[in-house]
């Protein structure tokens, strides 16, 4: 990891968000950067002052980072639009942004900043949400298809701040088990049935594991997605949940699974959402 950008507001959430971007910097030897962005439809006159507060904010931010130095930036335009290109042009490896502030009707009819970004975005992003430590206690990394041993490789890379211990959570599906029931198929048949795909997840998981240091725990539940991911990290009391944002090609950006999208609006750790593209360019790799 070579670059992290953290994206500040200059608000509490973002506070967090800066110190979670500092620390992973240091544990992973990444330079560090702080952006903010001004809408550009004020006024010219509003526009100049405010790029020159928030260039004034940005720089005290910085100031106030310990054992980190950061670049600062303020840029222009369309919020999320802005902030996906100082990413890009900085060549981001990491975005980290604070929490959305949680509105029942902006979560039911809008999509925040953030995640409009995560939608586009071809680097992986965190919304940071929880205490601040040098490095992560526990994380769960959420797989649906083949996506593990890609997370897993971007967990590692955040060097001496990745997590302590990580777990592989995979909730089965077997989307033909209830025709089979309903079709009248006998239980063991059912059930060996289930066995299988089971076997099946577990195979990829043990193959996304192997990369992982340290070693990880493969857990395998029969549960809904959101309802496993939230229950395994209550109990285990993990503090980072990572998943893919499904994206597999550039026509496809902006395709968010529901478990991320569940994740990024009601969530209660960090949540590390990492593009497939950035998955699909790493497995070429």
Same mark, same amino acid.
């Given at each position: 990891?070579?670059t ?9 959430r973002?506070?967090?968000a ?10 992973s030897g990444a ?12 006024p010219?006159h509003i526009?100049a ?20 130095k950061?670049?600062?930036e ?14 890009t ?10 929490d959305?502030r949680?509105?029942p009707?902006? @979560? ?9 970004? #995560? ?8 919304i940071a ?8 206690r ?29 777990? =592989?959570l995979?909730a089965?599906?077997?989307p033909?088990?209830?025709l089979l029931y ?9 059930e060996?049935?289930r =066995?299988r ?8 998981l ?10 990880v @725990? ?10 496993? #991911?939230a @229950?395994?990290?209550?109990?285990a009391?993990? @503090?980072?949940?990572a998943?893919?944002s499904?994206a ?11 478990v991320s999208?569940e ?8 949540? =590390? ?8 360019r790493?497995?070429?790799?």
């Amino acid at each position: 990891m070579k670059t992290i950008m953290a994206i500040t507001d200059f608000s509490e959430r973002s506070a967090t968000a800066l110190e979670r971007a500092a620390a992973i910097a240091r544990g992973s030897g990444a330079d560090l950067m702080l952006v903010h962005a001004v809408d550009d439809s004020l006024p010219r006159h509003i526009l100049a002052h405010r790029m020159s507060e928030a260039e004034e904010a940005l720089h005290q931010e910085a100031a106030a980072i310990k054992g980190k130095k950061a670049r600062c930036e303020a840029v222009t335009g369309d919020v999320f639009w802005a902030l996906h290109r100082a990413a890009t042009k900085a060549h981001a490896d990491l975005i980290v942004a604070g929490d959305h502030r949680r509105s029942p009707l902006r @979560d039911l009819f809008g999509d925040t900043t953030v995640e409009r970004l #995560i939608r586009v975005s071809a680097v992986p992003v965190l919304i940071a949400r929880t205490p601040v430590a040098s490095a992560y206690r526990h994380a769960l990394i959420a797989v649906e298809n083949e996506e593990g041993r890609e997370l897993v490789e971007v967990l590692t890379s955040f060097g001496k701040a990745a997590p302590g211990k990580t777990t =592989l959570l995979h909730a089965v599906s077997a989307p033909a088990e209830g025709l089979l029931y309903y079709a009248g198929v006998e239980r063991d048949v059912r059930e060996d049935y289930r =066995l299988r795909i089971e076997e099946e997840a577990r195979s990829r998981l043990e193959t996304a594991a192997r990369k992982a240091r340290p070693p990880v @725990d493969i857990r395998i539940v029969d549960a809904p997605p959101p309802t496993a #991911i939230a @229950d395994f990290a209550a109990r285990a009391g993990c @503090d980072l949940v990572a998943a893919s944002s499904h994206a597999r090609r550039s026509v496809a950006r902006g395709i968010l699974g529901s478990v991320s999208s569940e994740l990024i609006r009601h969530g209660s750790t960090d949540l =590390l959402v990492v593009p497939r593209i950035v998955s699909d360019r790493q497995r070429r790799g």
